[in-house]
């Protein structure tokens, strides 16, 4: 049976945190999805899970938003000759009950939670850790995070990235159908990239990079006109030209999409899917799908999962 992976667990955690009136609503870094966390790394590290030092026990830690919840205060200290002014919660342990029933809705077996640490200045963000079971749907542990296989075209996020070949990027993660997971392996730099042809953008992501690339274009001349779609055909002048024609793929709520293969491997996977750029889920234009609809492209069950018809698929 289909186990499900670290990262989609974490994710699975922080929308059951939200649900429960837990947010994050900070923008400032700290609250990344880690999936699995290796051994090093402190216990309070976004949204993530490693092994506890008990035999079949395991340690996530999650990050919320602590003033619409907890008292604070504020306090004076020295930074060597600086009077530095902190902002502390005095009564983390109030979440500890709401923080485990999250856990408990999910199947996981609470054996603890500890509050391990916040944020003094800059934002609210209040760290807890929880110490758990392994549950029976949970993949054991892979601190590599593999990328679940992909079995059909995947809506997934992406960002374009800047590399050695080809300075054409996205400012922000852009939508994009995956259909498959071939990558380049090179031995010299030990580095993995995505083999080309392997991600698909909608029309409609295709304009946002679009806008992207000519924004860009105003400093860099070389960028003008590299991507542009005339009529049906997508345009890409990076060194040489593509003409790149729609193909449609059958997404995993059964919709007819159409995709433009991006034909280079400068591509940058996310593991949560950010875009407010509109796509058709489900006969539905829609910019913000939520976890749920979007875990059920993935194998395997979790507490949250809902099953849905297997389709043959051949990328």
């Known amino acids: 049976m289909s186990k499900i992976s670290g990262v989609r667990a974490t994710l699975a955690v922080q929308h059951a945190m939200d649900q429960a009136g837990l947010k994050r609503t900070s923008t400032l870094n700290g609250g990344e999805i880690n999936g699995w966390i290796e051994p090093q790394y402190y216990r309070s590290h976004g949204f993530g899970v490693k092994l506890d030092?008990?035999?079949?026990?395991?340690?996530?830690?999650?990050?919320?938003?602590?003033?619409?919840?907890?008292?604070?205060?504020?306090?004076?200290?020295?930074?060597?000759?600086?009077?530095?002014?902190?902002?502390?919660?005095?009564?983390?342990?109030?979440?500890?009950?709401?923080?485990?029933?999250?856990?408990?809705?999910?199947?996981?077996?609470?054996?603890?939670?500890e509050y391990t640490g916040h944020q003094t200045m800059w934002d609210d963000d209040v760290n807890y850790n929880i110490r758990t079971n392994h549950p029976d749907w949970l993949e054991a542990y892979a601190p590599s995070n593999p990328v679940p296989k992909i079995t059909q075209p995947r809506l997934v996020c992406a960002r374009l990235i800047e590399t050695r070949n080809t300075a054409v990027k996205s400012f922000t993660a852009?939508?994009?159908?995956?259909?498959?997971?071939?990558?380049?392996?090179?031995?010299?730099?030990?580095?993995?990239?995505f083999q080309p042809n392997q991600f698909g953008l909608t029309k409609e992501a295709l304009l946002v990079l679009i806008d992207n690339v000519n924004s860009l274009a105003k400093h860099t001349p070389s960028l003008v006109d590299a991507v542009r779609l005339e009529g049906d055909e997508l345009h890409l002048k990076v060194g040489f030209e593509d003409v790149v024609r729609p193909k449609t793929i059958t997404n995993a709520w059964g919709d007819d999409v159409e995709i433009y293969l991006w034909?280079?491997?400068?591509?940058?996977?996310?593991?949560?899917?950010?875009?407010?750029?509109?796509?058709?889920?489900?006969?539905?234009?829609?910019?913000?799908?939520?976890?749920?609809?979007?875990?059920?492209?993935?194998?395997?069950?979790?507490?949250?999962?809902?099953?849905?018809?297997?389709r043959s698929f051949t990328p």
């Open 263 to 310: 034909p280079r491997s400068n591509i940058s996977l996310e593991r949560k899917y950010t875009p407010a750029c509109p796509m058709l889920i489900a006969g539905e234009m829609t910019s913000a799908p939520s976890f749920p609809v979007l875990d059920l492209q993935y194998e395997g069950e979790g507490p949250w999962t809902i099953e849905m018809p297997s």
């Open 53 to 113: 030092k008990r035999p079949g026990e395991l340690d996530w830690s999650v990050v919320v938003s602590g003033k619409p919840h907890l008292r604070y205060e504020e306090s004076k200290y020295l930074d060597g000759d600086e009077v530095m002014t902190s902002n502390d919660p005095v009564n983390p342990e109030r979440l500890y009950d709401r923080i485990k029933k999250v856990f408990e809705s999910l199947g996981i077996v609470v054996h603890q939670v």
């Open 174 to 193: 852009l939508p994009m159908y995956q259909i498959s997971d071939r990558v380049i392996r090179d031995q010299y730099l030990f580095s993995v990239t």
